[in-house]
């Protein structure tokens, strides 16, 4: 299988045990959503995508591995940045449409050099409830 | 408008503040995933759907509201089980296309009971990487 095929692995075709592929529940496109969390601080760092194949190297290579959507391409966190994820632990949620990976992160997590995807983008609150 | 329409909210058609609808990635169905997250322990709780209105609503009512997917309706956590999300902050991420919301969560976030939406859900670690 070539590192960057054109769309994310079909369900069934790659050595994610089967038993955890049974229990996903993948979007159109065969992706779940995947929380990265520095696992001792508990910050949320960032959100991807991952198919059964990126679950399966994130799960066997200490390493966290995501699809990437814009570029169509397995994309291992830190390949080119430097900035790894090391994997502690991953959990899927109760309906198998979410997974958790709590992560030891090497660096900043954001593509901005902020530590994590959230540190800039804090939202008001406030405001009439809607009429 | 109607407490329960039948799809998410057209961008534009709501209340939310054009400044953050302007900055928001949604998905094809015009919603975009929010993550729940405690905001003292730093728990991940469980990850919801939300369209512009249910972020304006989250935004101004102190209470996390999401779209849900299956119902198709308008869901303030917690409305049935008690179970609310008292919102302290909430954050977009770096790319405009996740949200993190810190809350207070009363009670279980899980519908299982579980007091988040992943604490029954580890995945083993380990096995050869992928050949």
């Known amino acids: 299988m070539p590192d960057s095929p054109a769309a994310p692995a079909a369900p069934g ?17 065969g992706l779940v959503p995947a929380v990265a969390q520095q696992f001792d601080t508990g910050e949320v760092l960032m959100m991807g995508w991952m198919d059964d194949e990126a679950l399966h190297r994130t799960l066997t290579t200490g390493r966290c591995t995501y699809w990437s959507r814009s570029r169509s391409e397995y994309w291992v966190k830190g390949d ?10 991953v959990a899927l949620d109760c309906d198998g449409d979410t997974l958790l990976v709590k992560v030891d992160q090497i660096g900043a997590a954001c593509h901005t050099g902020d530590r994590t995807c959230f540190d800039a983008g804090e ?9």
Do not use: M
């Not at 080119?80 to 632990?89: E, F, N, P, R």
């Open 13 to 29: 075709s790659t050595a994610l045990d089967p038993a955890v592929a049974a229990r996903l529940k993948r979007d159109p496109h």
């Open 80 to 89: 080119t940045s430097g900035h790894l994820q090391l994997v502690k632990s």
């Open 123 to 131: 939202l008001a609150l406030g405001g009439s409830p809607h009429q």
